[in-house]
């Protein structure tokens, strides 16, 4: 399956179909534990355990289904699927083995990461974190000998700079330190780091990957062995549960399909923006302006379905804005097939203190705009009438 197309891949990589009972599609293994040991000479083996399966907490079919599909999109050897974006970044986190050396990482992160970051990650490991701005990292030539790590966001959350991967992964491959990527906001048919220098690519399964709004997940990629991973995996418990897998393997097979509307959409939404009199500002990589297209050109097959923007009126201009929206729906999250907006401020960026903000790029007047796979029309027409409510 590995060389055959995107769409090839995500709709056909991990089936489980049994010729006994001729299913098209892959089964629900409702199943807390399993018979063990399995003495069937024809039982099928957890690729995690090398062994039947046993306990779903460890494996279970429709959750390895899930994490063959995600690996091939990925284009990663390795993979484990999580029950949220985070319990894979805090199970990868605990698991490196950093020799007592620090973790450079960005400081534009998710609010949740950053606060992982700051508040638990040296209390637990002992190991440090140095964070900087994503420009001062794609500016770097060298990175010390002092760090076992540096971990970043390809587009980042919520101001949507773009790492330079290629740059940053071969100084961190000359260096022999381990490069970790969130690459949520590009989905793995707009990037697939593993190719461009990453050691370890993270998602929040909970968006693109899923693409429905309606569960949670994470994922690890990666093409080095994952026995600690798997291992943390087990003493955390943040395992997928297999009905949770079921869904997001089948929104999965429709990745390439919506990140090419998507990567549209947001793209002619920019653009409306960019021209618009009550707009302050534009966010999007895929405007020849953007200080980061040349960054992006490289490093992205696509420009996305993120965007940010300021508008006039500073956070009562942005709420105003938010909430005169018809068809557009406030809330937090972002990736779905439906287009959804929110202020970083009140919500994913609430607990990160204003010092942070200010380096991060997040001002109060910053909409984020998770752009659907509605007609563009429509949508351009429901933003250009609430600006319209605007002084
Ligand atoms: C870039 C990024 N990484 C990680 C996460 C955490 O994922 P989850 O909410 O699935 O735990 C999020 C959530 O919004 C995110 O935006």
Redesign the pocket.
């Known amino acids: 399956m590995s060389n055959k197309g995107f769409n090839t891949r995500a709709v056909g990589s991990g089936e489980i179909k049994d010729e006994n009972y001729g299913n098209v599609v892959t089964p629900i293994f409702e199943n807390a534990t399993f018979i063990y040991p399995n003495k069937n000479p024809s039982r099928k083996e957890d690729k995690n355990t090398k062994d039947s399966y046993i306990y779903s907490r460890w494996g279970n079919p429709t959750v390895t289904a899930l994490e063959e599909k995600y690996a091939s999109v990925e284009g990663a050897n390795n993979s484990l699927a999580f029950s ?6 805090t199970s990868l986190m605990l698991s490196l083995d950093l020799k007592g050396k620090k973790v450079l990482s960005v400081i534009d ?2 609010g ?2 950053l606060s992982f970051f700051k508040n638990k990650f040296a209390r637990m490991t002992g190991n440090e974190v140095d964070l900087v701005s994503t420009d001062t990292l794609n500016a770097l030539d060298i990175i010390t000998k002092d760090y076992g790590a540096v971990y970043l ?1 390809s587009i980042t ?1 919520p101001s949507i700079k773009v790492a330079d991967l290629i740059n940053i992964g071969k100084i961190c491959k000359e260096q022999g330190i381990t490069l970790i990527v ?1 690459a ?2 590009a989905s793995p048919f707009n990037q697939n780091p593993l190719e461009i220098g990453a050691d370890y690519v ?6 693109y990957l899923n693409g429905h709004s309606d569960t ?3 994922f690890i990629g990666s093409n080095k062995d994952m026995a600690s991973q798997f291992d943390m995996r087990k003493n955390l418990g943040g395992t997928i549960d297999s009905f949770q897998a079921y869904l997001v393997q089948r929104g999965m097979k429709t990745l390439g399909l919506r990140m090419e509307r998507h990567n549209k959409n947001a793209r002619d939404i920019a653009e409306f923006l960019h021209e618009h009199s009550k707009v302050l500002e534009v966010f999007y990589p895929g405007l020849e302006d953007s200080p980061y297209h040349h960054i992006a050109k490289r490093n992205l097959g696509g420009y996305g379905g993120m965007l940010s923007f300021r508008v006039k009126g500073g956070l009562d201009g942005a709420r105003k804005l938010i909430f005169s929206l018809k068809h557009i729906s406030p809330a ?3 990736g779905g097939v439906e287009s959804l907006v929110t202020l970083p401020v009140d919500t ?1 960026h609430s607990s990160v203190n204003s010092q942070d903000r200010k380096i991060m790029g997040v001002t109060d007047d910053m909409v984020r705009l998770s752009v659907g796979i509605e007609d563009v029309e429509d949508l351009i027409e429901d933003i250009s009438s609430s600006l319209s409510h605007l002084d």
């Open positions: 949220s974006g985070m319990a894979a970044i992160l998710y949740q990461t966001e959350n969130d949520t906001f993270v998602h929040s399964g909970t968006k949670m997940s994470g937090p999250s972002l994913s």
